[in-house]
């Protein structure tokens, strides 16, 4: 059960967090306090108490975290081959379409009745999960229930509230997100900061500035980050591919720079996440 279902329930640890994602599980994330600015793909989201943001498990998202605020949130990882068996039959596929067809939103709630039932309900995940972990009596149909629960909560905030983007953005925000759109588009190609002020029309000592100020890391640290996640994408979906041609065709310059730095970020090598990625499937 523990590899279909992670649950964190107002956790507020601090400290850098990385640019990742979640392979085969969809997350929900609901931030309940406290100071964030999230990154997701391309957007940038200041987010607000009862914020809700959903993703799918190849999203990469980074919150940036003032490290002198308190940071408090609740976090759901699911896989959703987990869940939908039991969807299908009371005829509730629906439920993950906001996953699927959209990939990442936000859903602003502005801490309604519903959100604080949503809340409840992953308060409860929680300690049955705990419950689960420690092998005392809960069944796998107990979390299923519960977390249907929380995904029906989260239909009805998305039909209430709707889902809802940023209308006005500051320049520094708008071009943080053409910074990352950018860079989402050339990372297979070689990029360095120069080359992407130039194609911006910005300054390049701005797009440093700005980029950090608004993500939390640097230009350079996003485009490692974008190689590195298509590379696990190429590693599972061809597992017939030569490393060293992966490595080419998602921006690496040399076969051994990308084997130091796959290793140093996964702690295994690109051979090695391969086999664990096929062997689960």
Same mark, same amino acid.
């Given at each position: 059960?523990?590899?279909?279902?992670?649950?964190?329930? @107002?956790?507020?640890?601090?400290?850098? #967090? *990385? $640019?990742?994602?979640? +392979?085969?599980?969809?997350?929900?994330?609901?931030?309940?306090?406290?100071?964030?600015?999230?990154?997701?793909?391309?957007?940038?989201?200041?987010?607000? +108490?009862? *914020?809700?943001?959903?993703?799918?498990?190849?999203?990469?998202?980074?919150? !940036?975290? %003032? +490290?002198?605020? =308190?940071?408090?949130?609740?976090?759901? /990882?699911?896989?959703?081959?987990?869940?939908?068996?039991?969807?299908?039959?009371?005829?509730?596929?629906?439920?993950?379409?906001? #996953?699927?067809?959209?990939?990442?939103?936000?859903? @602003?709630?502005?801490?309604?009745?519903?959100?604080?039932?949503?809340?409840?309900?992953?308060?409860?995940?929680?300690? @049955?999960?705990?419950?689960? !972990?420690?092998?005392?009596?809960? &069944?796998?149909?107990?979390?299923?229930?519960?977390?249907?629960?929380?995904?029906?909560?989260?239909?009805?905030?998305?039909?209430?509230?709707?889902?809802?983007?940023?209308?006005?953005?500051?320049?520094?925000?708008? /071009?943080?997100?053409?910074?990352?759109?950018?860079?989402?588009?050339?990372?297979? $190609?070689?990029?360095?900061?120069?080359?992407?002020?130039?194609?911006?029309?910005?300054?390049?000592?701005?797009?440093?500035?700005?980029?950090?100020?608004?993500?939390?890391?640097?230009?350079?640290?996003?485009?490692?980050?974008?190689?590195?996640?298509?590379?696990? $994408?190429?590693?599972?979906? =061809?597992?017939?591919?030569?490393?060293?041609?992966?490595?080419?065709?998602?921006?690496?310059?040399?076969?051994?720079?990308?084997?130091?730095?796959? @290793? =140093?970020?996964?702690?295994? &090598?690109?051979?090695? $996440?391969?086999?664990?990625?096929? %062997?689960?499937?």
């Amino acid at each position: 059960m523990n590899e279909h279902l992670r649950v964190g329930y @107002r956790t507020s640890e601090f400290g850098e #967090f *990385d $640019y990742h994602s979640h +392979p085969d599980h969809y997350e929900i994330y609901f931030f309940h306090s406290g100071s964030c600015r999230y990154l997701i793909h391309n957007q940038i989201f200041d987010l607000e +108490p009862g *914020d809700l943001l959903l993703m799918d498990g190849m999203t990469l998202h980074k919150p !940036n975290v %003032n +490290p002198n605020k =308190e940071y408090i949130r609740s976090v759901i /990882h699911f896989s959703p081959q987990w869940i939908k068996n039991v969807l299908n039959e009371i005829d509730c596929m629906h439920l993950l379409e906001v #996953f699927e067809k959209l990939r990442h939103c936000l859903i @602003r709630t502005r801490e309604s009745d519903e959100s604080k039932y949503l809340e409840e309900v992953i308060h409860r995940l929680y300690k @049955r999960k705990i419950k689960a !972990n420690n092998q005392e009596d809960v &069944t796998e149909a107990e979390l299923k229930i519960l977390l249907m629960q929380v995904l029906l909560s989260v239909y009805h905030l998305g039909q209430i509230d709707s889902i809802k983007l940023p209308q006005q953005k500051s320049d520094k925000l708008e /071009h943080s997100e053409k910074i990352a759109e950018y860079i989402q588009n050339m990372y297979m $190609y070689k990029l360095s900061l120069n080359g992407i002020a130039k194609a911006l029309n910005l300054s390049k000592s701005y797009v440093s500035h700005v980029f950090k100020e608004m993500t939390g890391f640097t230009v350079m640290e996003y485009v490692m980050g974008c190689r590195l996640t298509q590379v696990k $994408y190429l590693l599972e979906m =061809e597992p017939e591919k030569a490393l060293k041609d992966i490595a080419y065709e998602c921006g690496f310059e040399s076969v051994s720079h990308f084997s130091r730095y796959f @290793r =140093e970020k996964v702690g295994v &090598t690109a051979k090695q $996440y391969r086999q664990i990625r096929l %062997n689960n499937k």
